[in-house]
C-alpha cells in the first residue's frame, strides 16, 4: 500500500481500518468525535473486542455530544480490559450554549504504532456514504507525532477548559506540521494557518468542506486571491446534513462569486471531506470545517505537509470531486425570495454555533 494512501470512500476506509485492527498485534488507540451506536459501530467493537480479549491494549476517547453519554453500548469492551473515555459530558446553566459547545472533534487512530489514520470520518453507519478525505501512513516520523498527539489527549481528556487561553505547540518533522488545536475566541491555530497558505497562494486554492462559513478575514483573502490571479476553487455539498448552514452560508456566496471565488456544489450525496491545497504543492488533511464552529469551539487536528508522494493522490481526489459538481448560479442566487433573505439574515447571528 505504500507509506501513504488517501481513502476518499468510507466503506473501503473501514475495511481497511478493520483489517488492520485485525492485525495488530500491540495496541489499538481511538479518539472520534462519534463513535456509532449502529450496524458500524457493532462492527468495529466486536473486532476491538476480538482483540482485548487477546491481550491487547485498546484505547478509545469519543465525545458525549459526537457519541452520547451512556457507555453502556462499549460495556463488552470495558469488561475486557479496554480504557474508554467520554469527552465532557452535556452541562446545564447560564453558560450551557458555550460550554457544550466545546466538543472533541478529532478524528485519529493509531495501530500498534506502526499505522495511522487522520480525516474527516467517524466510525458510524452514518456517514456510509458520504465522500471524506483521510490518510493513512506508516511513515515513522509522522506516526510519532500522531502517537504523542493521542497520548497527550487520552491523558488530559477531563482537563480541557475552554476559559483557558492556550494552546499546544505545533509539531514538526520534515516538511509536516501537525496542529492541535484548542477552543478560543483569539488563538485559532488552524485558521491562522489557513490564512497564511492563502495569503501567500500564487496559482491555485482549493478547498473542500462540508460546512463553509468562513469568518470575515478568511472571505477577505480569498476574494483578494481571486482578484490577484489566482485559481480559487471552494466545493461543498449542495445540501448537507446541517441544512441551518446551508442557509446562512447562502447569505455569502454572492460577494464571493463577484469577487472571483469559484463556487461548487457536490451533488453526488453529502460531501463531508475537509482539505486545502495550495498551489499543487502544499496541502492540509484535517479534521476541522471551514466554519466559525471549528475554529472557535472544537479541538481538531490538522495535517499539513508538502509530500511529493501524497500530491498525485491528492489532485485525483479534488479532480474526482469536481467532476460531480455544479456550479453556483449568481443569478437564480440575485432571484432568491424575500422570505429566504429574511431567513438568512435571521439565522446570521447564530453562525458561531453551527
Given at each position: ?27 489499538i488507540w481511538i479518539e472520534i468525535y462519534r463513535f456509532g451506536k449502529d450496524a458500524m459501530g457493532e462492527k468495529f467493537r466486536m473486532a476491538l473486542e476480538d482483540k482485548a480479549s487477546e ?164 472571505r477577505k483573502l480569498l476574494c483578494e486571491a481571486a482578484q490577484r490571479g489566482v485559481n480559487v476553487n471552494v466545493v461543498t455539498p449542495i445540501h448537507s446534513d446541517v441544512h441551518v448552514v ?92 424575500t422570505i429566504d433573505r429574511i431567513i438568512e439574515l435571521m439565522l446570521l447571528p447564530f453562525r458561531y454555533l453551527f
Amino acid at each position: 500500500m505504500g507509506k501513504f494512501k488517501i481513502f476518499d470512500d468510507n466503506l473501503v476506509l473501514f475495511n481497511s481500518v478493520l483489517e488492520d485492527i485485525r492485525n495488530a498485534k500491540q495496541s489499538i488507540w481511538i479518539e472520534i468525535y462519534r463513535f456509532g451506536k449502529d450496524a458500524m459501530g457493532e462492527k468495529f467493537r466486536m473486532a476491538l473486542e476480538d482483540k482485548a480479549s487477546e491481550g491487547l491494549e485498546v484505547k478509545i476517547l469519543v465525545d458525549a455530544w459526537g457519541t452520547g453519554e451512556d457507555t453502556t453500548f462499549f460495556e463488552p469492551l470495558t469488561k475486557l480490559g479496554a480504557e474508554v473515555r467520554i469527552y465532557r459530558k452535556m452541562r446545564f446553566g447560564k453558560s450551557f450554549l458555550s460550554k457544550n459547545h466545546c466538543r472533541n472533534h478529532r478524528k485519529l487512530i493509531v495501530i500498534d504504532g506502526e499505522i495511522g489514520y487522520i480525516g474527516s470520518t467517524n466510525i458510524t453507519a452514518y456517514c456510509l456514504n458520504w465522500r471524506e478525505l483521510n490518510l493513512r501512513t506508516t511513515e515513522e516520523a509522522l506516526l510519532s507525532i500522531l502517537r504523542r498527539s493521542f497520548k497527550d489527549s487520552f491523558r488530559s481528556f477531563e482537563r480541557y477548559s475552554f476559559n483557558k487561553i492556550g494552546t499546544k505547540r505545533d509539531l514538526h518533522t520534515g516538511d509536516w506540521v501537525f496542529i492541535q488545536d484548542l477552543p478560543g475566541i483569539y488563538r485559532q491555530k488552524i485558521k491562522t494557518k489557513y490564512e497564511r497558505m492563502i495569503s501567500k497562494a500564487e496559482k491555485e486554492i482549493l478547498i473542500e468542506t462540508p460546512y463553509f462559513l468562513p469568518g470575515h478575514v478568511l472571505r477577505k483573502l480569498l476574494c483578494e486571491a481571486a482578484q490577484r490571479g489566482v485559481n480559487v476553487n471552494v466545493v461543498t455539498p449542495i445540501h448537507s446534513d446541517v441544512h441551518v448552514v446551508d442557509i446562512i452560508r447562502r447569505h455569502y456566496l454572492g460577494s464571493l462569486h463577484q469577487a472571483g471565488v469559484k463556487l461548487h456544489f457536490y451533488t453526488a450525496g453529502n460531501l463531508h471531506a475537509k482539505g486545502v491545497m495550495i498551489d499543487n504543492e502544499i496541502f492540509s488533511i484535517s479534521s476541522a470545517n471551514f466554519d466559525y464552529r471549528s475554529f472557535r469551539y472544537q479541538y481538531e487536528l490538522a495535517l499539513i505537509g508538502k509530500e511529493p508522494q501524497l500530491l498525485p493522490q491528492l489532485q485525483e481526489h479534488f479532480d474526482s470531486t469536481l467532476k460531480y459538481c455544479t456550479s453556483f448560479d449568481y443569478v437564480s442566487w440575485k432571484r432568491r425570495s424575500t422570505i429566504d433573505r429574511i431567513i438568512e439574515l435571521m439565522l446570521l447571528p447564530f453562525r458561531y454555533l453551527f
